[in-house]
T-cell receptor, first 111, second 113 residues
């Protein structure tokens, strides 16, 4: 069975500083990995996905993530946080029809 | 613009009642999905459909059913609502399956008393 662990339930950064949201996964096979974002009272939106191509994946709104097989990690980063980045972020692991979401990391951005 | 809508947005019901949540998409996507979101669990897949007349069970399908009679709609039915089914429910659709970009509806908050 697959699983995903988001290592921080809440991350707080100041506007203009880097963002790091950590995700570790467990999968018996090479999985597909995703990051989704959920703004308050909204549905989820895909930020980026890894499907066994380049290990550094660039997404929307300046986010990127690096797949590290040796560390079973898929951390999400952004060089400079913006107030509009405040939201809940979900890491997702998938293999075949088995899709598992992490519990989420709430990102707060302070002015 | 294409969109995916859910109704109702909020629903309060009693234990044992049958409840149906509607999901309608105008993306013309073959693939549709239902999830529930609970604190500490992220989203969990309930049922999914890869086309008309096709339905499949997800991770947490017990107590739920779906039917797909056309491309646009995938209603989710709780046969006999239980308090454990109090949750926020999200519908999503995609062009090429689970791994493709999924477009989510705004969610339905269901409370079972």
């Amino acid at each position: 069975a697959q699983s995903v662990t988001q290592l921080d339930s809440h991350v707080s950064v100041s506007e203009g500083t880097p963002v790091l949201l950590r995700c570790n996964y467990s999968s018996s096979y090479s999985p597909s990995l995703f990051w989704y974002v959920q703004h308050p009272n909204k549905g989820l939106q895909l930020l980026l996905k890894y499907t066994s191509a380049a290990t550094l994946v660039k997404g929307i709104n300046g986010f990127e993530a690096e797949f590290k097989k040796s560390e079973t990690s898929f951390h999400l980063t952004k060089p400079s946080a913006h107030m509009s980045d405040a939201a809940e972020y979900f890491c997702v692991v998938m293999r075949g029809n088995d899709m598992r979401f992490g519990a989420g990391t709430r990102l707060t951005v302070k002015p | 613009d294409a969109e995916i809508t859910q109704s109702p947005r909020h629903k309060i019901t009693e234990t044992g009642r049958q409840v149906t949540l509607a999901c309608h998409q105008t993306w013309n996507h073959n693939n549709m999905f239902w999830y529930r979101q609970d604190l500490g669990h992220g989203l969990r897949l309930i049922h999914y459909s890869y086309g008309v007349q096709d339905t499949n069970k997800g991770e947490v399908s017990d107590g739920y059913s779906v039917s797909r009679s056309n491309t646009e709609d995938l209603p989710l039915t709780l046969e006999s609502a239980a308090s454990s089914q109090t949750s926020v429910y999200f519908c999503a659709s995609s062009d090429r399956g689970l791994a493709d970009t999924q477009y989510f509806g705004p969610g339905t908050r269901l409370t079972v008393l």
